[in-house]
């Protein structure tokens, strides 16, 4: 595990992760189930994009994904009060020197676990709350947190103020896992081969 320390959302930070495929977007290669997404070839010229012309497409963010950004200080003090722990904020996380894919957790709890923050809609809690599970949409963002930084546990915290938190306790799952390893390096291959014989003609 290499730990880049950016601020997240920072020009730095973005400059980093230029071109690499990301936790947070590993549903455009992998699905839930272990198969190739559908949305994996647009992704992959997206990054080649990014990589040819060293600049990233703007994203757009809507009101309550700002909302969201700026209550991810109140879920941190959340957590860090009720599980007595003190999160480790950090840019980027690579699983090893080659730096070719990443993780931007919300935190790092030691050498023990990670954190995963989500601020939703309180319409959008209650669902999370019924049904008692990591949602799916975030599935494969824990996973390959997890399969990054390889550390045992994760934990996914969805807070809403005024309404009751769901936090879950993450393990690894080995089979996706698996097929997370074997996309990756396939994807990465690819990204390559592409920005490679652009860059020639």
Known sequence: ?????LTQGSEEWFQEKLGKPSASNI????????KPSKQRMGYLYELAGELITGKREDTYKNPIMEEGNVREDESRKFFELTQN???TKVGVVY??????????????????????MKNPLAKTQVKYLLDGKLPEEYFGQVQ???????L???WFLSYVPL???????????????EAL?????????????????????
């Open 163 to 177: 309404m009751k938190p769901l936090l879950l306790k993450v393990n690894p799952d080995k089979v996706y896992q």
């Open 152 to 154: 045992p546990f994760w």
């Open 27 to 34: 549903s455009k290669i992998l699905t839930n189930d272990g």
């Open 85 to 87: 722990s003190e999160v």
């Open 181 to 201: 390893k074997r996309e990756l390096t396939a994807f990465c291959q690819e990204l390559e081969e592409i920005v490679n014989k652009l860059k020639k003609e």
């Open 95 to 116: 699983k090893d020197g080659d730096k070719k894919f990443l993780c931007s957790p919300d935190g790092l709890i030691g050498n023990e676990c990670g954190l995963e």
């Open 144 to 150: 390959m947190s997890l399969y990054v930084t390889e």
């Open 1 to 5: 595990m290499i730990i880049v320390n």
